[in-house]
């Protein structure tokens, strides 16, 4: 009759166990569901930083192909803002390439490019077109051509997001020696 409790005996112990096992289990699923959010916020970020990489390795991509082009022309101060279209050698390197936008005085400096998968009123992707400066840095010791800066540029989902590349470009020029013929 020992090992057998009467009903009035119990105290509820199974009540409260239980109870303390719905707040462990309730904790442990408001955690991964907080956990499900990061990993969201961070797919997100890391979305958003590709993009901008991409944007600006593509500007930069371009600014070779336009030199390599034979689109040089002379240096000019770069004062404003132009299209890839017009493009422009800089005689005035960048003086700080992280802060951007970067600025010639108070304006905007540099070449407004449009990735080509882009149309040009397209931003629901980007928070802002790539760009990119190309700045003359003078003749390479062999004095066979020119040597270029190219910094580009580009921005993710939010003005906040940007990737920055750069890169030494050197442009020969296209002398041929004929041996006397």
Request: aromatic share 8%; glycine share 10%.
């Amino acid at each position: 009759m020992s090992a057998i409790l009467r009903r009035d005996q119990q105290r509820g112990m199974v009540l409260i166990t239980t109870l303390l096992l719905l707040i462990v289990v309730t904790i442990l699923a408001l955690g991964m569901f907080h956990s499900f959010g990061l990993d969201e916020k961070i797919a997100g970020n890391l979305r958003d930083k590709q993009l901008a990489l991409h944007a600006a390795e593509s500007a930069q991509q371009y600014a070779e192909f336009w030199l390599s082009n034979g689109n040089v022309g002379s240096s000019v101060t770069c004062n404003s803002m132009v299209s890839y279209t017009v493009g422009q050698v800089c005689s005035n390197p960048l003086t700080n390439v992280t802060a951007v936008p970067w600025l010639g005085g108070a304006v905007p400096v540099g070449v407004s490019y449009t990735p080509p998968t882009l149309g040009v009123t397209d931003t629901t992707t980007m928070s802002q077109q790539p760009v990119y400066y190309i700045a003359n840095l003078g003749s390479p010791p062999s004095g066979n051509g020119t040597i270029y800066q190219i910094d580009a540029v580009g921005y993710g989902g939010s003005a906040n997001t940007t990737a920055i590349v750069e890169s030494t470009y050197l442009v020969q020029s296209s002398v041929r020696d004929l041996g006397g013929q």
